[in-house]
């Protein structure tokens, strides 16, 4: 049986944007060819759920090497992905100061190809919030298709 979506996306606009990308520039540090959102489509900070999207393009920087002839957008920047969006929730609604960066990545997993032309949905779950520390379940879509799952651990360094 394959795994069940984080959260019930059904009457989710998915094409809605909540918080464009000069919004997410406000909380994230991330500039230029690392800047891995493009929107923030769905937040719901009292049950704990976020969703953004990052449109995959033909002229970004690792299509020419990440396959020849077959390019297939790397899973650590599918992790990079969930992270910003992680952070981008901890700053937007826990109010946390400062640069959030990498605690850990846990239980990752790869269902699925992402190519130049689709569209990423990273979809969030806050699991906790304690001592500086938050933690997410995250999910990659793409045309409703699971892409990749993992635990993200976000540290406020300060």
Same mark, same amino acid.
């Given at each position: 049986? *394959? *795994? #069940?979506?984080?959260?019930?996306?059904?009457?989710?606009?998915?094409?809605? %944007?909540?918080?464009?990308?000069?919004?997410?520039?406000?909380?994230? *540090?991330?500039?230029?060819? =690392?800047?891995? &959102?493009?929107?923030?489509?769905?937040?719901?900070?009292?049950?704990?759920?976020? %969703?953004?999207?990052? !449109?995959?393009?033909? !002229?970004?920087?690792?299509?020419?090497?990440?396959? +020849?002839?077959? +390019?297939?957008? +790397?899973?650590? #920047? =599918?992790?990079?992905?969930?992270? @910003? #969006?992680?952070?981008?929730?901890?700053?937007?609604?826990?109010? &946390?100061? $400062?640069? %959030?960066?990498?605690?850990?990545? !846990?239980?990752?997993?790869?269902?699925?190809?992402?190519? +130049?032309?689709?569209? #990423?949905?990273?979809? $969030?779950?806050?699991?906790?919030?304690?001592?500086?520390?938050?933690?997410?379940?995250?999910? $990659?879509?793409? !045309? $409703?298709?699971?892409?990749?799952?993992?635990?993200?651990?976000?540290? @406020? &360094?300060?």
């Amino acid at each position: 049986m *394959p *795994p #069940l979506h984080l959260f019930d996306l059904t009457g989710i606009d998915l094409n809605r %944007i909540v918080y464009d990308k000069e919004a997410i520039r406000a909380c994230n *540090p991330q500039r230029g060819v =690392m800047e891995m &959102l493009d929107a923030i489509v769905h937040a719901k900070p009292e049950e704990g759920q976020i %969703i953004g999207y990052k !449109d995959v393009q033909a !002229d970004e920087f690792w299509v020419e090497g990440h396959i +020849p002839g077959r +390019p297939l957008f +790397p899973g650590v #920047l =599918m992790i990079e992905a969930a992270a @910003q #969006l992680a952070s981008f929730y901890s700053k937007k609604f826990l109010h &946390l100061e $400062g640069f %959030i960066g990498f605690g850990a990545v !846990d239980n990752v997993k790869f269902r699925g190809q992402v190519v +130049p032309g689709n569209r #990423l949905y990273v979809v $969030g779950k806050k699991t906790f919030f304690r001592h500086r520390r938050v933690g997410c379940d995250m999910q $990659g879509l793409v !045309d $409703g298709a699971l892409v990749f799952e993992a635990q993200v651990t976000g540290v @406020q &360094l300060g």
